[in-house]
């Protein structure tokens, strides 16, 4: 990913003619896509991991694939506000749509502790690791900035993030699975990114 990508943390409108979307860049490897109702409403919703990789100044490849197997391939354009989208649906059908873009603001907020994180974890797990006393539940515990050996800053959450994933030390979280999917994983990324919101 190049660093110099301009949406983390910004919200885009984009009219596609045929339809709109609003994205939410929560970091650099999760997006949220709504889907924008004829009426302008928000309709369905959802989180994906995306790939990003810089074309040349301004213009980066956005790729993800989504539940339902859809893959999306994007062309942004961010100096000219263009996006050209490329669908492969599940069915093998494959859509072009070129679209314009307008940034809404950060209307959608980062990921909460209360009411997205915490609620990730099961009324076991929270027990179980509580008793080794990582507690899962608390959020004091888990947005506290001490930083140690492994981790300059914040590393409680960072920990457990590092044995959700399976790269951090000890057994992988939760013992035997079933593990985070990918888009809990990026989930608990984006509440890190967002600077540990309660």
Request: proline letters at 5%.
């Amino acid at each position: 990913m190049d660093n110099d990508f301009p949406g983390i943390g910004r919200t885009y409108r984009v009219d596609f003619i045929d339809f709109r979307v609003e994205m939410h860049f929560a970091s650099a490897t999760s997006l949220t896509y709504t889907v924008i109702t004829q009426d302008g409403a928000q309709g369905a919703s959802e989180t994906v991991t995306v790939g990003i990789r810089a074309i040349t100044d301004g213009i980066f490849l956005v790729t993800w694939q989504e539940a339902d197997k859809t893959t999306v391939v994007h062309v942004e354009d961010y100096v000219k506000k263009t996006i050209v989208t490329n669908i492969t649906n599940p069915d093998l059908t494959f859509e072009q749509h070129l679209g314009t873009f307008v940034e809404t603001g950060s209307t959608m907020t980062a990921p909460s502790f209360a009411t997205d994180i915490k609620t990730m974890f099961s009324a076991g797990q929270i027990l179980c690791m509580k008793n080794k006393g990582v507690r899962l539940d608390d959020f004091n515990f888990m947005s506290n900035a001490t930083g140690d050996q492994t981790f300059a800053d914040h590393a409680n959450g960072r920990h457990v993030f590092a044995r959700l994933r399976g790269d951090g030390p000890g057994q992988r979280m939760p013992p035997g699975g079933p593990f985070w999917t990918q888009p809990m994983l990026d989930k608990f990324q984006a509440w890190m990114d967002g600077g540990f919101s309660p």
